[in-house]
């Protein structure tokens, strides 16, 4: 059986599936897991050692596994808390750092400084995020409408990231991928011509989630934009992104699409495990994970132990855990004040005592675990600069916003 491979640029996963970047959560804890998850999905579908598979900066067997976005701005000054988002586990073969930023000259400047100083092996802009803090400045799901500007961003990212691999004597250049939305709501649709231009610009795949920036995260993923966008950018892989809550709604994404990849966001919320049953069902595999509550617990106690390591203080890495229990005991008959005591825990000690207190013997609830989870919420009017939606060209006034819209943070 062939292996179904994505390459972007120089770079090959040996499984099209991508973890998508998520504020606050793909930090490098839940990374790990994630990519262990799809380890383990490479050895359930019988390919062999993985780990001697894997190439640094090369091959990654089980895919790809993207940060939290960065904030460009933040990243050129070098603040400590991006630079501790930007840290790689050592034993991720491909890092990939997502960019967010409006300026070109900023993102270009960002790009260049992710490849002098090697933190990242491929770079991924973000054009999707409809969070109003970012929209409201033009950014994210908002700036492909500037259809100039967007096009001036990938082409400065594309080319800072050639020159500084060239000029760091790296083997393989890194390559730049695009994130976006189908537009901003249904009468201002800009997919298809940012995709057309990202790769004109020399993007090497672009990722569409399938909503606009209007429905937010509510209602159904439109899939047939994919298999639109797919039809429209013929010379680098096209991403699916939207509404994948299991292995086989993966497969059915890229059967109906011709897509090249899928992006996974708040289906593996609560669920690193997910990544098993992807990559196992991309090689063909039936090979799906049903843990128990036994096995939902510890992997939230080992969820805990990468916190904490990672944030060097333990009471700021069991807060930062809090937001994942509610996801992890999605279905699990655990009853409403364990719950409210596991996502007020402060110390690892707490942790254990009230895991320790639930019945661990339950099995797998089935149904109750799976499908949509995370905040779906309802469509929204995306906030824009003023005048935003009057022209697709950038004037003077709008300039000026652009200028001032670099976040000094980084989230979304």
């Given at each position: ?10 770079l ?41 598979a ?22 050129v ?42 933190h990242?092996?491929h ?129 059915e ?43 939902v617990a ?24 809090r ?40 099995p ?10 995370g ?38």
């Amino acid at each position: 059986m062939s292996t179904p491979g994505l390459r972007v640029g120089a770079l090959r996963a040996g499984s099209p599936i991508v973890l998508a970047p998520m504020a606050g959560v793909t930090n490098p804890p839940f990374r790990k897991l994630c990519r262990e998850a799809g380890i383990e999905g490479v050895r359930a579908a019988g390919l062999g050692p993985v780990e001697a598979a894997a190439v640094p900066g090369a091959y990654a067997p089980a895919g790809l596994y993207v940060t939290e976005m960065i904030t460009s701005r933040a990243l050129v000054e070098r603040t400590p808390e991006t630079m501790r988002m930007i840290a790689a586990d050592p034993e991720e073969p491909i890092r990939s750092v997502q960019l967010y930023g409006v300026d070109p000259a900023t993102v270009t400047a960002a790009v260049r400084m992710l490849v002098a100083e090697d933190h990242a092996d491929h770079v991924d802009l973000n054009f999707g995020c409809p969070v109003p803090k970012v929209t409201r400045k033009g950014g994210g799901a908002a700036l492909p409408w500037k259809r100039d500007l967007f096009e001036a961003i990938v082409r400065g990212a594309v080319t800072a990231a050639r020159e500084a691999s060239q000029a760091a004597g790296r083997e393989r250049e890194v390559p730049v991928t695009v994130k976006m939305r189908m537009g901003i709501d249904d009468g201002h649709l800009t997919y298809l011509d940012a995709g057309r231009r990202a790769e004109r610009a020399g993007a090497a795949a672009v990722a569409l989630h399938a909503r606009t920036a209007a429905q937010h995260y509510s209602g159904n993923a439109q899939w047939e934009a994919i298999a639109r966008l797919k039809d429209a950018v013929r010379s680098i892989p096209v991403l699916g992104n939207g509404d994948i809550w299991a292995a086989e709604d993966a497969m059915e994404m890229m059967r109906r699409t011709g897509c090249d990849g899928v992006v996974v966001g708040r289906g593996c919320q609560g669920r690193p495990w997910l990544f098993t049953d992807l990559v196992a069902a991309a090689h063909g595999s039936p090979v799906r994970v049903r843990p128990g509550m036994a096995e939902v617990a510890a992997v939230i106690r080992r969820h805990a132990e990468l916190m904490i390591e990672y944030f060097e203080d333990e009471n700021r890495g069991l807060r930062e855990l809090r937001k994942h229990m509610a996801w992890y005991l999605k279905g699990y008959a655990v009853g409403g004040p364990a719950r409210r005591d596991l996502a007020l825990v402060s110390t690892l000690a707490e942790l254990d005592e009230r895991l320790a207190a639930l019945d661990l013997d339950q099995p797998y609830p089935g149904a109750g675990a799976e499908g949509p989870r995370g905040r779906a919420g309802t469509p929204k009017d995306p906030h824009l600069p003023e005048n935003w939606l009057a022209s697709q060209e950038i004037d003077e006034q709008l300039r000026a916003v652009i200028a001032q819209a670099e976040l000094s943070i980084s989230g979304g």
